[in-house]
């Protein structure tokens, strides 16, 4: 409802002027408990006829985490009539948030994304999906960012919000419009083949939390 967006609103303001310089950083998600990953679905393109495989784990070994594994295969379903009709693409698999349910992200007094993550090697993408700025539409607009998760251990990979682009299905969109940081729907994971059979086999990414962090802003720019 309008009225409890503004309520939202209003907060927000009265929130910002008591405290005009947030911390230099406020934690998203942890996935340390099954609570914390009631939070995020699992997806891949076996919904729609593909062959990769995805899941999401809590992990036994210390620090707490979450563990996102599987399989990205290129190959399709075959039916009777063929390769599955309803795939456009194949040979990717991801991890979102749930739904907020008339509730946003906001980032604002934040530039950046910190992911504490044990990586395998493997190029991820990072994907924020956001209302759009057009008053009365219901739509949403994606963002992704490419996420590097190298192998070695534990470490952050901070990506700033400027690094996202919009996208469609997948594809950039030409058209430069600026990221709505205040209405943040949800924020996803995933990896992908990208159409390179070279990249289809096994991935496994250790999450341990997920962090908003103030970057390259400072008092006086705020």
Known sequence: MAWKNLLRQTQRYLDRVQNPYPKAERLLYSFGTPEDLNLWTVFSDKEYGGKSKAE???????PSHAVFRGLI?????????????RMQRSGFAGINTEDM???????????AL????????????ASLRVD????????????Q?????????????????????????GRLIE???????????????????????KQDGPFCLGIESIKAKRQGISPVEE
Do not use: C
């Open 114 to 125: 910190s992911f504490r993550l044990n990586g395998d090697g493997r190029k991820y993408i």
């Open 145 to 169: 960012a490419f996420l590097f998760a190298r192998k070695g251990g534990w470490h952050d990979v901070t990506v700033s919000l400027d690094r996202f682009l919009q996208t469609h299905k």
């Open 101 to 111: 349910q008339g509730h946003y992200l906001d980032m604002d007094g934040y530039d």
């Open 56 to 62: 999401l784990t809590l992990a036994a070994a210390e």
């Open 73 to 85: 295969s290129s190959d399709i379903e075959e039916s009777e009539d063929g390769p599955s009709k």
């Open 132 to 143: 759009n700025w057009i008053v009365g539409e219901t739509s949403h607009d994606v963002w």
């Open 175 to 197: 058209t430069r419009q600026e990221l709505n940081i205040h209405r943040i729907l949800s924020l996803g994971i995933s990896t992908a083949s990208l159409g390179d059979a």
